[in-house]
């Protein structure tokens, strides 16, 4: 099946460092998301991206989506504490295939 | 995006018990899904909830253990049967969403999620 390989799984920084992450696959996806969680919460949908090469940002967060349609980058720029969590990307194929796959995520610790 | 609620919000049950976790959505949807999430992990699909027709179950979850009821277009259950501690996961549903795009090409919103915990 699909898998999706996401790194750093972990990332300790300083409050107003930038901070990048990344995912890729062995298969093709239409659709790449990335979403946040935070304790206690269920994970929020940060971006989505739909074209091959697409770079969309939200706030201090850019992400893009690799020419391949195998991987995909989050950016998140000046980091502030409460950027502390756990990042996700998913991909979905799209169609008769919308089912979602998931990174195994990345832990960001922000420190103040 | 649509507001989803999720009950209990965390549990704590003996082993051999059964629980239902509800899904509260404040739009009509076509699709719900059903996640468990390990501690430390990332989600797993566990099935697939059609309005009006049987739960699609995802290789290694089986209706006996996790039966689905999807009632009518905005509300769904998930029981967690029989629980052992390996059990003990956060429960996530999720619904498309999104403005412009036939639902299977939706990015999946999810609720709080429900944390189990089995002794």
């Known amino acids: 099946g699909q898998q999706l390989n996401q790194s750093p799984q972990s990332m300790f920084i300083q409050e107003g460092e930038d901070v990048s992450m990344n995912c890729t696959s062995s298969s093709i996806f239409n659709t790449w998301l990335w979403y946040k969680q935070d304790p206690g919460e269920g994970p929020v949908l940060l971006i989505a991206?739909?074209?091959?090469?697409e770079l969309t940002s939200n706030g201090r967060l850019t992400a893009q989506f690799g020419i391949t349609r195998k991987d995909s980058f989050l950016n998140i720029s000046a980091s502030i504490p409460s950027d502390v969590g756990i990042y996700f990307c998913a991909g979905q194929s799209g169609g008769s295939n919308y089912k979602l796959t998931f990174g195994k995520g990345t832990l960001l610790t922000v420190n103040p | 995006s649509a507001v989803i609620s999720q009950k209990p919000s965390r549990d704590i049950c003996q082993r051999g018990t059964s629980l239902t976790i509800q899904c509260q959505v404040d739009?009509?949807?076509?699709?719900m899904f059903w996640y468990r999430q390990q501690p430390g992990q990332s989600l797993t699909l566990i099935a697939t909830?059609?309005?009006?027709?049987?739960?699609?179950?995802e290789s290694g979850f089986v209706i006996d253990k996790f039966p689905i009821s999807r009632p009518n277009l905005t509300f769904s259950t998930l029981t967690v049967s029989n629980m052992s501690p390996e059990d003990s996961s956060i429960y996530l549903c999720?619904?498309?969403?999104?403005?412009?795009?036939?639902?299977?090409?939706?990015?999946?919103?999810f609720g709080d999620g429900t944390r189990l915990s089995i002794l």
């Open positions: 999720s619904v498309p969403g999104g403005q412009g795009r036939d639902w299977r090409n939706q990015p999946q919103h």
């Open positions: 991206l739909y074209k091959a090469g």
């Open positions: 739009s009509q949807v076509t699709m």
């Open positions: 909830a059609n309005q009006g027709s049987e739960a699609t179950y």
